[in-house]
């Protein structure tokens, strides 16, 4: 018996990151029956009670008091009204957000008192369980909590313990938003593929082979990214070529100020929506 099995986790907030984690909870052993949604929107419960067995609720009731932990999957502006109206049923289970920018400091003060809280940033390639999750704890958060909250969001791909809180705001840049760099790249390239004379199927296969299999080669080796990229490239040939169109155009620069700027509104989002 896997130690999911024995997991009791409640979600506030049913949309599709609640739905990814139930779904990888489910396919690593987890039981549906000890699990229950808090899920205000109608249409959005008729949806996860497609999970057999699934408790949904319109509203945070008795049910939660039951968890080991309570995963709050909803947005940033919604965090302070999920996070008041289920305090009073959650007893002394663990606190999961992952609402971006918002800090252990307000939710503790939301809550009323020092509870353990986890916050942690998923990001979208969770859907297809290859996600990765940045994770920081307070110091009430215990070693066995610390597992839970691992258990968690392993359940969508890896995760990685963070130093300190501020660093979820980089987490949340990088690799939080990271997929729709991934994407914008990925629609500019084949966008041009279908300019020189692909057609679009043609134009998406090979821009999806290759973002994967650059990805999975840069895992596989382990050596510097700037190795990977220089054993591509020689003095003169097509790659050459290419890139000395991108730094012509400063796209190195560019790319380093997004992840500032993401960064920056991370941290806004948690002064904007922390305060009461």
């Keep these: 018996m896997s130690k999911i099995s024995n997991l009791r986790i409640g979600f506030i907030g049913g949309g599709n990151m609640a739905c990814a984690l139930i779904g990888g909870l489910v396919k690593q052993g987890g039981n549906c029956s000890a699990m229950v949604v808090v899920e205000p929107d109608e249409k959005g419960r008729e949806r996860l009670a497609r ?3 699934l408790a949904v609720l319109c509203e945070p009731g008795a049910a939660l008091a039951q ?13 302070h009204a999920a996070v008041q109206g289920a305090e009073r049923w959650l007893g002394q289970a663990l606190v ?12 503790a003060r939301w809550l009323g008192r020092a509870a353990p809280i986890v916050r942690a940033m998923p990001n979208t390639p969770a859907l297809v369980g290859a996600g990765i999750s940045g994770l920081f704890a307070n110091p009430e958060v215990t070693v066995r909590q610390r597992e839970l909250a ?12 963070l130093d300190n809180e501020a660093q979820l705001d980089v987490v949340t840049a990088l690799s939080g938003s990271g997929p729709a760099y991934f994407f914008y790249f990925m629609e500019s390239m084949q966008k041009s593929a279908q ?18 299999g650059a990805a999975a080669l840069a895992a596989d080796s382990g050596d510097a ?14 790659t050459f070529a290419a890139l000395e169109v991108l730094d012509a155009r400063t796209v190195g620069s560019a790319i380093e100020q997004a992840v500032s700027a993401a960064t920056r509104r991370a941290a806004e989002l948690g002064d904007e929506f922390g305060r009461d």
């Design 51 to 53: 999970f057999t067995g």
């Design 67 to 79: 968890c080991d932990a309570v995963i709050f999957a909803v947005k940033p502006q919604q965090m």
């Design 96 to 107: 999961i957000s992952i609402a971006a920018g918002i800090r252990i400091a307000d939710i």
């Design 150 to 161: 691992s258990l968690a969001l392993e359940a969508v791909g890896r995760v990685l313990w």
């Design 195 to 212: 300019h020189l004379g692909l057609n679009e199927k043609q134009a998406r296969a090979l821009v999806e082979a290759t973002c994967a």
């Design 225 to 238: 990214l700037t190795d990977l990229r220089a054993r591509v490239t020689s003095k003169g040939g097509t």
